[in-house]
């Protein structure tokens, strides 16, 4: 039941360090090592909140949408 409205990989947002954006199956070590070179992600800085009044207020940055 928990993945049932969860995606495996990070869609649109990483909330935080760690947060999976792909993933590499292959036949090899060696070429997983390649593939994992051709992996290119690109982030948009969202600064961090660490004062909960400012994490409620409408200035703070937007994590969930929905």
Do not use: T, W
Request: hydrophobic share 40%; with cysteine; charged share 30%.
């Amino acid at each position: 039941m928990y993945l049932q409205d969860r995606h495996i990989f990070c869609r649109e947002r990483v909330r935080y360090v760690g947060d999976p954006v792909a993933g590499v199956a292959a036949v090899s070590e060696e070429v997983a090592e390649k593939a994992l070179e051709l992996i290119e992600v690109e982030y948009e800085y969202c600064r961090g909140v660490f004062d909960p009044e400012f994490g409620a207020g409408p200035d703070a940055p937007l994590l969930h949408p929905n």
